[in-house]
């Protein structure tokens, strides 16, 4: 597979119908590599829409998304560049942490498989439960399992919806600071998320959605509850 790579990320008039329902409807924006993007708005507003076209997953009913150079038909080149945590954690409850995250190695064909899997483990802070199975996890430290899953093949961009559900101070904290060394290696961090408290000390950028439309964006966001209250409420 040839390997690619981009700086940034910019949607242009973009726009998903489902039937009559306009999930997502004309947003435009860019974001580029050292980021933290912050999709904030309530339920329906179209993160979790938006999100999965962003990794490919989803068609646009109109409108383009350039990743670099690059549109959605650069295909599995582009997907290996790409990771994703949704709502569906992607692990398998019979194999434990390690093999979870080896096997997922694996399928990006990284070399030392259980090397990489054990040092995803230490930076969750679950370098102790590699051999446990992860029928036996917290819904927070699957949660954890799950965030390196999504990063174990060091993506260019990362698509995070929600990903602070389920987690403890402890491990929000430990996120928290995951996604700040993410963003500190060049990383493209986008995240949808309802926790405006932690949001406002994370983000770079935030784009605030109500119907499937952007209906304010902030750089260097802070007073975000405030904001939030204001825009929705229009």
């Known amino acids: 597979m040839t390997s690619v790579d981009f700086d940034e990320v910019s949607v242009e008039d973009?726009?998903?119908h489902f039937g009559r329902r306009r999930a997502v409807s004309r947003m435009t924006f860019r974001t580029a590599r050292g980021t933290i993007l912050g999709l904030l708005g309530p339920n329906g507003a179209g993160k979790s829409t938006l999100l999965a076209m962003l990794a490919t997953l989803l068609r646009p009913s109109s409108g383009t998304i350039r990743y670099g150079t690059l549109g959605t038909t650069a295909g599995a080149a582009l997907r290996a560049r790409i990771g994703v945590l949704g709502h569906d954690l992607f692990l398998y409850p019979e194999l434990t942490a390690r093999e979870n995250l080896a096997f997922f190695a694996?399928?990006?064909?990284i070399a030392d498989t259980n090397a990489k899997?054990?040092?995803a483990l230490e930076r969750a802070g679950l370098g102790g439960r590699?051999?446990?199975?992860v029928s036996g996890f917290s819904r927070g430290m699957r949660q954890r399992v799950a965030l390196e899953?999504?990063?174990i093949?060091?993506?260019?961009?990362?698509l995070l919806d929600e990903p602070f559900t389920g987690l403890d101070d402890a491990s929000t904290g430990a996120l928290v600071n995951r996604l700040k060394t993410l963003r500190d290696s060049g990383a493209i961090v986008i995240l949808a998320t309802h926790d405006l408290d932690l949001a406002e000390g994370l983000l770079d950028h935030a784009l605030f959605l109500r119907e499937g439309r952007i209906v304010?964006?902030?750089?260097?966001?802070d007073s975000l509850?405030?904001?939030y209250r204001s825009v929705i409420s229009r």
Request: aromatic share 4%; hydrophobic share 30%; net charge positive.
């Open 216 to 221: 304010e964006s902030m750089t260097a966001p």
């Open 225 to 227: 509850r405030s904001t």
């Open 149 to 151: 899953r999504a990063l």
């Open 106 to 109: 694996g399928l990006y064909g």
């Open 117 to 119: 899997a054990r040092a």
């Open 130 to 133: 590699g051999e446990d199975p």
């Open 14 to 16: 973009l726009s998903r």
């Open 153 to 158: 093949h060091d993506p260019r961009l990362a």
